[in-house]
């Protein structure tokens, strides 16, 4: 089987097509057993109670919010270099969904910082390279939905996410030595020391979940992408 | 051959300079915007003297990043309607050697006079006189950086409506090291400790700007010719 076939639009459309059930699915049982194990196997936490079982949540969309990023870097790197079409929907088609998940992240490291530290936001270096994460999201999309012409679009908004990885990890790092830098131990980041094997699994389901929803989304969004840019080709034309 | 590029790159250099020469104007309103900002922080916040010092290092800092910021607007704007980017990206000279030129002259022009202005703005908020000195040398070190990697977004938004904001937009997230090492330096020299580390860091950043931005912006400018 020549596997670099389905790097043509036309023939990645109805593979996506029947890729999208299959991970779907698997998104939903995985996020079935994950939220099973979070609610009522994982044990209550001595120190923070049930709050933090939002943990379930947080920790998996933080996960994905940075790797996506990468994903989407090296999509839109893949295809500024060998000019291939479908990696760079394949990039515009992950950012919306690494947006959601940053977002994700904050609102509910918001929400379980309320409870557990008494303040919905700190300066802490993982909220605040978060927080920039968002941003550069955000900046790459606006970049490419403001360039009309879509493979200047393409181009442009790859050169940027390629910037943004390379900036990513001094982001980071700046910000953690700022962090340290500017705030005693007012409050503890610190995460019960020793994690309850069962509370680690229903965050690794989760996490499969999330990547599975993830791949599933994108494949769906690239499937609409590929349906806008090829509309006047005939192969478009031709489907049921 | 490599003698064509340095010739190639300093006409870039002094036909920039000439040009800011001429539009002193554009020079100035830099200068008047950072000069502005900072004196309306004190306004906002009012005048007690402990909280001017400690945020001092810091407005000082944000407002230099907003100046070279709005000054990105005219870096390669003029000479991508007027068709001399085209003429540059078609001269066979390496295209990250010349737009590294146009950046110096853009920095020169736009850069420089906001590192002489800035300690007299710190003065205004009381920082005691190490620090000012701090705050020059950062501002030295940083701008030059904030130059190269916005010269990146103003490449990516050329000839796209509303290029301005969009710049901001993609470029302000990237100036955030050069802020956090920035400021540090000077609140670290203000509170009587050793500067050096955070200038250190600054330099870092910028010999890693000069030496990678450069082809981002010709990538960029590439791709916004096509």
Known sequence: MNFWKYSSPQTFYPLAGKMIPVFAVLAFIFGIGGLYVGFFVAPTDFQQGESYRIIFIHVPA????MFTYLVMAFWAGIGLIFNTRLSSMMARALAPTGALMTFLALWTGALWGKPTWGTWWVWDARLTSELILLFLYIGYMSLAAAIDDV???DKASAVLALVGVVNVPIIYYSVKWWNTL???????LTRAPSMAESMLLGMLLMALAFWMYTIAVSL????AIIMERERASAWVQELP | MSGGVWQAASAVTARDMLLATRRRADVLTTVFFFAIVVSLFPLGVGAEPAILRSIGPGVVWVAALLASLLALGRLFAGDFEDGTLEQLVL???SLAMLVLAKVAAHWVATGL???LLSPLLGLQFGLPGEALWVLTCSVAIGTPVLSLLGAIGAA???GVRGAGALTALLVLPLYVPVLIFGAGAVSAAAEGMQAGGHLSLLGAMLFAAVALAPWAIAAAVRIGLE
């Open chain 1, 62 to 65: 933080a996960w994905m919010s």
């Open chain 1, 220 to 223: 769906m969004r690239v499937r």
């Open chain 2, 91 to 93: 001269s066979g000279e």
């Open chain 1, 182 to 188: 500017h705030q005693g131990a007012s409050v503890s």
């Open chain 2, 156 to 158: 990516l938004t050329l």
């Open chain 1, 151 to 153: 493979r200047r679009a």
């Open chain 2, 113 to 115: 006079p906001l590192v």
